[in-house]
């Protein structure tokens, strides 16, 4: 029992550094900034992202605003809630656009009637 509670710490202790130093997945550069959704989140309101180069990101909304954690794995945006959600993003354009899974499921894409559709906001717009 103590040999599996030790592997596990281990393990979740390497997931934890890869993390903090930023060495695990791709490079965030091509993503970083703010984003927008294109249309209002369940009609009503849009969606403001954040995403910075150090790994940290907000979602706003409705005059709430959630913090995460993001990182680039297999050419996708990975998002890491601190509550323990995961949204997976895909990217498009060049990272013009991006693709969020609202599914909660895992998609190899953005399934239909599930998926919010954000676009880069241009630097000082």
């Known amino acids: 029992m103590k040999k599996d509670s030790r592997k596990l710490a281990a393990i979740i202790g390497l997931l934890v550094i890869c ?11 091509p993503f970083a900034g703010t984003y927008r959704s294109v249309e209002p989140f369940a009609g009503k309101n849009y969606i403001n992202l954040d995403l910075k180069e150090n790994g940290k990101g907000t979602w706003a909304l409705a005059g709430k605003t959630v913090e995460f954690t993001w990182m680039v794995n ?8 601190k509550s323990g959600a995961i949204l997976i993003v895909t990217p498009s354009e060049g990272g013009r656009m991006l693709s969020a899974d609202m599914s909660g499921d895992w998609h190899p894409g953005c399934p239909p009637n599930s998926c919010v559709t954000f676009r880069r ?3 000082g717009g």
């Open 74 to 81: 297999d050419g996708r945006i990975w998002i890491y809630t």
């Open 19 to 29: 993390l903090a130093l930023g060495g695990c997945g791709e490079s965030r550069s």
């Open 121 to 123: 906001v241009p630097e």
